[in-house]
């Protein structure tokens, strides 16, 4: 893995996406998740732990939830809507006596509409938004279901639960070392006898650094890593190895701080930064491991029809825009941004900022970086721009999935969800946005809900909110050994079907 240290093992992991994909879907289950069984397609919801969800008709806000009938935890005990709704408290009831602040830093931004949840009976699940929230079960797809008679076995502490964790999913705990490894075993008694796990085991490490991800590989020390450095792509070719890409909604971008006292509050400055940008240069350096950047989804996703402003790289436009602002390289903008050496999702940070500092001091934008480990610049995310942690930056470089309409666009957006009610780091706030959000949450046709979300993407576009960089291809580099991979169109994989030959 690209993190720095295994994620937690509490149904709702920390370590950005990167955790949820090799330690939330790995021992858990969810109420709905994801398709990752195709690579010529974006992976869709499919039922889950749940068999079915609806809305009450009476009551466009409340959701009921139809569980899975046989499933059982890892220890053998029965899932029932109690667990579901233990699993709720965990991250929303603060004064839970299992509540747990990790999962709820992780877990809450996911949900953050949801103010009421109850078994109804053994095998019902409800739950209540504030307002009509069409994508919550997007929302619920990041909340693993947790036993809570595990918790109460591991002495009522989540602390010592990360090496006892109990779920219902294709894997099991073996061991847990947070600085060193996690091992996963097969679960053979899996509900869906379609995924129990080809392989006898799973072991997950973290790695930071890409040089000692590729010198991993190549002494056999690891079958797979996660995100080679694109200079080391050829030679890992030449001896032998799979590359394996494929497109999909992940973001790598600058989130710009637009409220007051920000020097990006000034739209000229965001869209003369974005017209500096050569981002085919940028993927040239990364051996054409990214498609550029168009906006918060690749070009050809249905919600990026962007009609007025286009992206290009204009250096005498981005000189333009920014001197009617003020700005020019005798008069330069100095302002700080944050990023991290690595983590989930990060593609190469370090080098690709450092070009970007460079193409933007062309221009007149002078940029100084914090620099975090990847877990410490997610925690500063949720504090919002202003907070001390964030040391006075004024952008703040965090790479996501770009998966439904509330984590791709809505909860940078609404102006109710700055931290740490949401992920609204930078303090944007705009009636008109509030308006077709609202549009968007209470539609429930997909395809009116598409033409809305597109409408709103232009807008983000067009307004320059972000510093549009790049689209991850989300390359990983494996043995041959390594069969029965199919890389989904999705930030996460299924490792169930995959089993390690010779």
């Known amino acids: 893995m690209t993190a720095a240290a295994v994620p937690l093992t509490n149904g709702v992991p920390d370590q950005g996406a990167e955790g949820h994909r090799f330690m939330g879907i790995t021992l858990y289950d969810q109420l709905v998740e994801w398709d990752l069984s195709k690579a010529d397609a974006a992976a869709v919801l499919r039922p889950g732990l749940a068999t079915a969800w609806t809305v009450d008709p009476a009551n466009p806000k409340r959701w009921v939830f139809t569980l899975r009938d046989g499933v059982t935890f890892h220890d053998g005990k029965k899932l029932t809507a109690q667990d579901v709704a233990f699993s709720f408290d965990r991250v929303l009831k603060t004064d839970a006596p299992h509540f747990d602040q990790r999962a709820a830093a992780f877990g809450r931004v996911r949900i953050p509409t949801v103010i009421r949840w109850e078994a109804l009976d053994e095998t019902s699940f409800a739950l209540e938004t504030s307002t009509v929230d069409s994508t919550v079960p997007y929302g619920v797809s990041w909340i693993g279901i947790v036993h809570q008679g595990a918790w109460e076995a591991a002495g009522k502490s989540w602390d010592a639960y990360n090496t006892k964790a109990v779920g219902t999913g294709p894997w099991k705990l073996e061991s847990w070392s947070i600085r060193e490894r996690a091992v996963l075993v097969r679960n053979p008694g899996y509900w869906d006898a379609a995924r129990v796990p080809k392989c006898e085991k799973l072991v997950l490490l973290p790695l930071a650094e890409p040089n000692t991800r590729v010198a991993a590989l190549r002494s056999n020390q690891v079958d797979w890593i996660e995100a080679p450095p694109p200079d080391a792509v050829p030679s890992l070719k030449q001896a032998g190895l799979e590359i394996v890409t494929n497109q999909y909604p992940h973001n790598w971008t600058w989130q710009l701080a637009v409220a007051e006292g920000s020097p990006w509050r000034d739209a000229r400055v965001r869209r003369g930064a974005n017209l500096a940008i050569d981002r085919a240069a940028m993927k040239e350096m990364l051996g054409g491991l990214m498609d550029e950047g168009a906006g918060l989804l690749p070009k050809g996703h249905p919600w990026n029809e962007v009609k007025?402003?286009?992206?290009?790289?204009?250096?005498?436009?981005?000189?333009?825009?920014?001197?009617?602002?003020?700005?020019?390289?005798?008069?330069?903008?100095?302002?700080?941004?944050?990023?991290?050496?690595?983590?989930?999702?990060?593609?190469?940070?370090?080098?690709?900022?450092?070009?970007?500092?460079?193409?933007?001091?062309?221009?007149?934008?002078?940029?100084?970086?914090?620099?975090?480990?990847?877990?410490?610049?997610?925690?500063?995310?949720?504090?919002?721009?202003?907070?001390?942690?964030?040391?006075?930056?004024?952008?703040?470089?965090?790479?996501?999935?770009?998966?439904?309409?509330?984590?791709?666009?809505?909860?940078?957006?609404?102006?109710?969800?700055?931290?740490?009610?949401?992920?609204?780091?930078?303090?944007?706030?705009?009636?008109?946005?509030?308006?077709?959000?609202?549009?968007?949450?209470?539609?429930?046709?997909?395809?009116?809900?598409?033409?809305?979300?597109?409408?709103?993407?232009?807008?983000?576009?067009?307004?320059?909110?972000?510093?549009?960089?790049?689209?991850?291809?989300?390359?990983?580099?494996?043995?041959?050994?390594?069969?029965?991979?199919?890389?989904?169109?999705?930030?996460?994989?299924?490792?169930?079907?995959?089993?390690?030959?010779?």
């Open 308 to 502: 007025g402003f286009k992206w290009a790289y204009d250096p005498a436009a981005a000189r333009k825009q920014l001197a009617e602002a003020g700005v020019t390289p005798k008069t330069p903008l100095k302002t700080k941004i944050g990023i991290s050496t690595s983590g989930s999702g990060q593609m190469q940070p370090m080098a690709m900022n450092e070009a970007l500092q460079q193409m933007l001091k062309e221009v007149g934008i002078e940029i100084e970086f914090e620099v975090f480990e990847w877990n410490t610049l997610l925690s500063i995310w949720r504090d919002g721009w202003k907070a001390p942690s964030n040391r006075g930056i004024t952008g703040i470089n965090i790479s996501f999935t770009a998966i439904d309409p509330f984590t791709a666009m809505i909860r940078f957006l609404r102006s109710d969800l700055t931290p740490p009610a949401g992920n609204n780091w930078g303090g944007f706030g705009s009636p008109d946005y509030d308006a077709l959000i609202g549009r968007i949450l209470s539609e429930f046709d997909p395809a009116a809900q598409d033409r809305l979300c597109a409408e709103l993407h232009g807008k983000i576009v067009d307004d320059a909110l972000f510093l549009f960089v790049a689209h991850d291809l989300n390359p990983r580099a494996m043995n041959k050994k390594v069969q029965g991979f199919v890389q989904a169109r999705s930030w996460f994989q299924d490792l169930t079907p995959v089993r390690v030959t010779g």
